[in-house]
């Protein structure tokens, strides 16, 4: 038996150096740090956030792995983690991070230097493990939203997700929105959510959640028919997810299998694709894999990360690539010993994975560029860029009582930006700043007015007013 496993790992390590040439180390951290999240600017600059030593950590690199600048938060939030991470088009850095001994949860910008912008700690919730945290962030225009658990140590029957929305300018939270008995439904953080139809589409353990930017939300629930964890929206025809099939008859080391899944418009099953990696021999009473993240990258298709764990003792990770159309895979390369490769991120066709070294205490990080070839394919996925700049949101304005003797009020189905009162040949009579849904106004002089009413995304509409005396 001993021979036997010798003579496998011996293979191991030769299909792996076989096919490293595809994924290269360009930077390692030794010193006890742990990264729970990464984004690529537009300008190529790679952002890691996480902690080190019980101290929130972000740390800046190029392209090819050469460090920039290396920041610990420690005054104000020692014991915190940063847990998720986003940029502005301005490479602005918001983060969510949290204390799991004490319950607490803050969101935080800070500029391209790591300079403090502003912390606000009135996130609410329950976050554990910041490694695993299914946070979502994402921003529209000037505001970001942030969905995160509300888990009721006290109640549990009563978990529940929130909407948390902010200012981007100054931190201040603008609207609150608890999504009740959905945490078991959809807790996994879709990386970065799709964004379709007017808006982010998450899906998770037994449904799909769509998300607009003004904090409304649907959910389709689908019972048994788990839709797993979203990588891709297609422009036409659908979707695209990811999971892990555990079965636990062998309850020591349970048979783990990812695979692959293609919906319809509808969420109805189209296929699904099993993936065991082409290097790793394939004994399932002994080997587990595990699927960290997907993402569609141009001329590539679907590149991967991923972790396994052969018996009780040897542990690795690995980077794929899979074509979209027919879940064929392409290429894929292991690295064996204490590696768990679990983030992955892409921009301007850089893909850059980033995993955990050390054994099962996390020694430390090490980050990889991805450079598979290029394939044919024919799915097109969704940009981000692209939807939001063609979606309007739809928004209703009532002004009451209309006709009005002088008192009037305005209310949006949105966050009301500013009002503006003209008189009927266009002169502007009244400018009101406003940060509600509502407010009340009044006007002296009868007449026949317009009041412009401009919410929170930039988008203005007009409605007319009778002032009878």
Not at 453 to 463: A, H, L, S, Y
Request: hydrophobic letters at 35%.
């Amino acid at each position: 038996m001993v021979k036997i496993v010798i003579t496998i790992l011996l293979v191991l390590n030769t299909y792996t150096l076989a096919k490293s040439q595809s994924v290269s180390v360009i930077k390692e951290y030794n010193d006890w740090k742990v990264a729970t999240d990464m984004v690529i600017s537009n300008s190529g600059f790679i952002y890691i956030c996480g902690n080190s030593g019980g101290e929130p950590l972000l740390i800046k690199l190029d392209t090819n792995g050469n460090e920039q600048w290396i920041k610990y938060y420690p005054q104000s939030l020692s014991g915190y983690s940063f847990t998720r991470m986003i940029l502005d088009s301005n490479e602005n850095i918001y983060l969510h991070g949290n204390n799991s001994v004490y319950d607490l949860n803050f969101v935080c910008k800070l500029d391209s230097h790591g300079s403090q912008q502003w912390f606000n700690f009135s996130v609410l919730g329950r976050s554990l493990s910041p490694e695993n945290a299914a946070i979502n962030m994402m921003i529209h225009n000037d505001v970001l939203s942030v969905i995160h658990n509300n888990r009721n140590m006290d109640n549990p029957p009563y978990d529940s997700l929130v909407i948390s929305q902010f200012f981007i300018t100054n931190g201040n939270l603008i609207n609150y929105v608890e999504l009740l008995d959905m945490i078991d439904k959809y807790l996994p953080r879709n990386s970065p959510p799709p964004f379709k139809n007017g808006s982010w589409i998450l899906s998770g353990f037994s449904g799909v959640l769509e998300v607009s930017p003004n904090g409304s939300y649907s959910y389709q629930e689908m019972g048994d028919s788990i839709p797993g964890i979203l990588c891709a929206a297609k422009k036409t025809n659908g979707y695209i997810t990811y999971n892990t099939f555990i079965d636990w008859q062998n309850s020591i080391y349970p048979v783990t299998e990812g695979f692959i899944s293609v919906f319809d418009e509808d969420w109805v099953e189209l296929n699904q694709y099993n993936y065991w990696p082409d290097t790793l021999p394939h004994f399932p009473d002994t080997i587990r894999q595990f699927f960290k993240g997907i993402i569609p990258v141009e001329n590539k298709g679907l590149i991967g990360v991923g972790t396994f764990a052969w018996g009780s003792t040897t542990r690795g990770g690995y980077i794929f690539q899979i074509n979209p159309d027919n879940g064929q895979l392409e290429n894929d390369s292991i690295m064996v010993g204490f590696e768990s490769v679990n983030l992955i991120a892409e921009n301007n066709k850089t893909v850059i994975a980033l995993g955990q070294i050390g054994a099962l205490s996390h020694l430390g990080i090490r980050l990889f560029t991805v450079n598979f070839p290029q394939i044919n394919y024919q799915t097109e996925f969704i940009t981000n860029v692209e939807e939001i700049r063609t979606f309007k949101e739809k928004e209703e304005i009532n002004i009451y009582p209309n006709p009005s003797s002088s008192y009037f009020k305005v209310s949006s189905s949105q966050i009301i930006k500013k009002i503006k009162v003209y008189t009927i040949n266009g002169v502007l009579l009244s400018n009101y700043q406003v940060n509600d849904k509502s407010v009340r106004l009044k006007i002296k002089q009868a007449g026949i007015y317009f009041i412009q009413v401009e919410n929170r995304f930039g988008e203005i509409k007009t409605e007319k007013l009778i002032i009878e005396k």
